[in-house]
T-cell receptor, first 115, second 111 residues
C-alpha cells in the first residue's frame, strides 16, 4: 500500500479563492482524520469520519471550512473563501478504530499559503 | 483543545545520551500513542501502549503509562543525531475514536 496520499503537496492561493485539499486513505481503514498544524496552535483535529460518516466536526474553525467523504477511498477538505490565517499544514490520517484500534497513518501534508 | 501536554517543550542532548519526554493527559483512555515528526514531514507512529499495560519496549524506545496519574513517558536510549525531531503523544478523547495530540517535545541531538 502506498500509504495515505494527499494532494496537492503545496498550494499557494489568493485570499478569497476556494481551496480544495484531497486525501486517499489506506485501504481497509475505517476512520479518517483531518488535522491542521501551525506554530501557534500546534496540531488541531478539525474533523473525523468513521465509515465515511462525519462523527465530530467540532474542530472545524468556521463555516468557511467543509469536509466530505463520498466513499471509503477519498475525502476532501474545502475552504471557501480562503483567508491568510488559514495558512498552515493540513494533514490527513487514517486508521482502524474501535476495540481493535491501531495507530494512525499520516499523509505528507498539504502546505497551504494564502496571500 | 489539546488533550495532552508534553514536557519539556524542547530538549537538547548529545549523541549517546538518553532522552526522556513526558506526556500528561486529561481524560480516561484505552490507549496512548507516541509519534515522531521530522521537520516538514508527516507524523510517524512509534509505539502504542494500551491502558492495561504499564511498560512497553520497541528497539531503543521505552514507554511507560501510569493511568492513575494520567501520564506517560517516552525514553529514547543511546540517542542518535537522526532522532532529532518533534515527538507527540496522542490519546483517544474520552475513549472515543477522536485522536487528540499533545503539544509536542522538540528533541535536538547533537553529534
Amino acid at each position: 500500500d502506498a500509504g495515505v496520499i494527499q494532494s496537492p503537496r503545496h498550494e499557494v492561493t489568493e485570499m478569497g479563492q476556494e481551496v480544495t485539499l484531497r486525501c486517499k486513505p489506506i485501504s481497509g481503514h475505517n476512520s479518517l482524520f483531518w488535522y491542521r498544524q501551525t506554530m501557534m496552535r500546534g496540531l488541531e483535529l478539525l474533523i473525523y469520519f468513521n465509515n465515511n460518516v462525519p462523527i465530530d466536526d467540532s474542530g472545524m474553525p468556521e463555516d468557511r471550512f467543509s469536509a466530505k467523504m463520498p466513499n471509503a477511498s477519498f475525502s476532501t477538505l474545502k475552504i471557501q473563501p480562503s483567508e491568510p490565517r488559514d495558512s498552515a499544514v493540513y494533514f490527513c490520517a487514517s486508521t482502524t478504530t474501535g476495540t481493535r484500534a491501531t495507530e494512525a497513518f499520516f499523509g505528507q501534508g498539504t502546505r497551504l499559503t494564502v496571500v | 483543545s489539546q488533550q495532552g501536554e508534553e514536557d519539556p517543550q524542547a530538549l537538547s542532548i548529545q549523541e549517546g545520551e538518553n532522552a526522556t519526554m513526558n506526556c500528561s493527559y486529561k481524560t480516561s483512555i484505552n490507549n496512548l500513542q507516541w509519534y515522531r515528526q521530522n521537520s516538514g514531514r508527516g507524523l510517524v507512529h512509534l509505539i502504542l501502549i494500551r491502558s492495561n499495560e504499564r511498560e512497553k519496549h520497541s528497539g531503543r524506545l521505552r514507554v511507560t503509562l501510569d493511568t492513575s496519574k494520567k501520564s506517560s513517558s517516552l525514553l529514547i536510549t543511546a540517542s542518535r543525531a537522526a532522532d532529532t525531531a518533534s515527538y507527540f503523544c496522542a490519546t483517544p478523547y474520552y475513549n472515543t475514536d477522536k485522536l487528540i495530540f499533545g503539544t509536542g517535545t522538540r528533541l535536538q541531538v547533537f553529534p
